[in-house]
């Protein structure tokens, strides 16, 4: 890559830690940038760093796919058939809005204090964009496709498979960017339920101690860090090209 | 000031801190921060008896939020956890603890059907305590070291103390330690049972302290004497009559105080008497001691920290009984 097209987003980075360092100067709870490299040392030399990374990857993980796997066809049928998203919208609309922290007393009554709770509370906040976005997508797939492909006598299931969900694919692919960034996003809060592993309980945790705040800021920073990576991730799946048909290049 | 724009007088507001619920998220009781000016104005405006006036009581939702407030010097004024206060003071925070805010207090509560008899009877079994630097942690370490239970014979899980009744519920744990009145929850609610509380293995039991900010000591000595003395006296005051207990649950049950039930306060007021205990808020290095030796045990602190460090004696020295006139 030429320097000309990351140096920009360096110096903007630079900048910014540049203020956090003046601005925590001095302060009993806000650490230097240093301190936080340091204490990220600290977890790395101790080996918790890297369980806590894979407790919250995991849990990530199994609620987002889970959400996938049954947003996409929730969503399909929604966006397909009006009479379920008249049936479902109004509820899916309902339940969107609640922050997965109001369900922590459910979650524990349902699932328990293992994993299973934070799991549910990521497929919950996961969940909601991916439908969404998969009914809006497959609602607005262009009737020329359907009409063309059933001139051809292609109906049913293999008309979503080949016509309906590539044409919505970049809506869900959108979706599904967004909702990971949830998912990643509340991972904090999930993790308030009891457990004694990944980043936010790390945070938490540092935040009950009485004085780790580098701690609970290089949460952050890590955090931070792997959202930008899975985001990366995200967009690298934009540029595939069953999904790049749309964009005309 | 009360919703209703009545000053809410120092003495009865610290009786109802001195109720002491140390859950994490019903945390404490405490005088917000007020700018220096205003400090003086509360030390100035004092009600008919004498009792000093302050702006308002601030509950907060939880321990770090309330531990966070009081590092940024935003607060000058707090009920907090006694070793973080240790932790705290230890690091430069310049806090000091000037008297306590209550004595027992916590409980080990197993449900109904639990065939638990004594502690030694949870292990293999899933405890859960408000945090790892909570006191209860302590008393559950205390336990498990009473009874020759170790780091492998129990699982203890970090949950905020009002979701606790219904993880025991649920049998997402088998018994939980927490401050009142989250057992007492379970209790009324019928599904359970006492297991331990601090009054039988453990009377002298500290959890909140009454913790002031050195540069209000420095600014105001007069103020943290009043307010010492009130929240002493008031201590004594609950302790001497059953009756007074009751006013003090009345008055504590506000929604601006705990907003919780009267009938659950007034349970852990009378079931017994003495399951929280007011009348002897002196601070007693040996106490203390022993308390700092047990958080370093329960891993909360690192190394030992001087009672001087982290106590200042003075107000306690110089206490001056007051009348507590509370209907």
Redesign the interface.
Same mark, same amino acid.
């Given at each position: 890559m030429r320097p000309s097209r990351f140096l920009p987003a360096l110096g903007i980075l630079a900048v910014l830690v540049a203020l956090w360092w003046v601005s925590a100067i001095g302060s009993?709870?806000f650490p230097t940038p240093l301190a936080v490299l340091k204490a990220i040392g600290e977890l790395l030399r101790t080996g918790t760093l890297m369980q806590h990374v894979y407790a919250s990857l995991f849990r990530v993980t199994i609620g987002y796919l889970g959400a996938l796997a049954l947003a996409i066809p929730l969503g399909s049928m929604m966006g397909w058939f009006p009479r379920w998203f008249r049936a479902i919208n109004p509820a899916v609309q309902m339940l969107r809005p609640i922050s997965p922290i109001a369900w922590?007393?459910l979650a524990?009554?349902?699932f !328990?204090?293992g994993d299973a709770s934070p799991t549910f509370l990521i497929f919950l906040a996961t969940f909601f964009p991916v439908v969404v976005a998969t009914a809006s997508g497959v609602h607005m797939v262009e009737q020329q496709y359907v009409r063309a492909a059933r001139n051809f006598g292609v109906n049913g299931f293999t008309l979503y498979r080949r016509v309906i969900f590539p044409a919505a694919l970049p809506n869900i692919i959108t979706g599904m960017r967004v909702g990971l960034g949830v998912a990643w996003l509340v991972v904090v809060a999930a993790e308030?339920?009891?457990?004694?592993s990944g980043l936010g309980y790390l945070i938490i945790?540092a935040?009950?101690? !009485?004085?780790r705040y580098d701690l609970v800021v290089a949460g952050m920073v890590i955090i931070g860090l792997i959202g930008f990576g899975l985001d990366g991730v995200m967009r690298k799946l934009e540029h595939l090209e069953e999904v790049r048909w749309r964009y005309g290049t | 000031m009360t919703n209703d724009g009545r000053p809410i007088d120092m003495a009865r507001g610290m009786d109802e801190s001195g109720l002491g619920m140390p859950g994490m998220t019903m945390a404490s009781m405490s005088m917000p921060g007020m700018p220096a000016g205003s400090t003086k104005v509360a030390a100035a405006t004092t009600g008919d008896n004498g009792v000093p006036q302050v702006a308002q009581f601030v509950r907060y939702s939880g321990?770090?939020e309330l531990?966070?407030a009081l590092?940024?010097g935003r607060l000058k004024v707090a009920m907090m956890l006694a070793?973080?206060v240790?932790?705290?003071a230890?690091?430069?925070?310049p806090v000091r603890i000037v008297a306590l805010g209550h004595r027992s207090g916590a409980v080990i509560m197993v449900r109904n059907d639990s065939k638990a008899k004594s502690f030694s009877d949870l292990k293999g079994k899933?405890i859960?305590i408000p945090?790892?630097?909570a006191v209860d942690h302590i008393f559950v370490r205390r336990l498990m070291k009473e009874h020759g239970l170790d780091d492998r014979d129990l699982t203890m899980?970090?949950?905020?103390p009002?979701?606790m009744p219904?993880?025991l519920?649920?049998?997402?744990?088998d018994a939980y330690a927490t401050g009142e009145p989250f057992g007492a929850k379970s209790e009324i609610a019928g599904y359970g049972r006492i297991l331990y509380m601090t009054r039988d293995v453990w009377p002298t039991y500290i959890c909140c302290v009454l913790t002031v900010r050195e540069e209000l000591i420095k600014s105001d000595p007069e103020l943290v004497q009043n307010l010492v003395n009130h929240v002493m006296s008031s201590g004594q005051w609950l302790d001497s009559d059953p009756k007074h207990r009751l006013v003090a649950a009345k008055l504590a049950s506000d929604r601006s105080i705990f907003n919780q039930a009267y009938e659950l306060i007034k349970w852990v007021m009378e079931r017994p008497a003495d399951r929280v205990t007011y009348g002897d808020l002196r601070l007693i290095k040996s106490e203390f001691e022993e308390m700092m030796l047990l958080a370093m045990n329960a891993k909360?602190?690192n190394h030992p920290i001087p009672y001087e460090t982290y106590v200042d004696e003075t107000f306690m020295r110089r206490y001056r009984p007051v009348k507590i006139n509370v209907q």
């Open positions: 009993m709870i922590i007393p524990i009554l349902w !328990g204090v308030m339920v009891a457990i004694n945790d935040r009950n101690a !009485g004085s | 321990w770090p531990k966070e590092m940024s070793p973080m240790m932790d705290l230890d690091k430069g925070v899933r859960a945090s790892r630097f899980v970090e949950i905020a009002p979701d219904a993880a519920l649920a049998g997402a744990v909360i602190i």
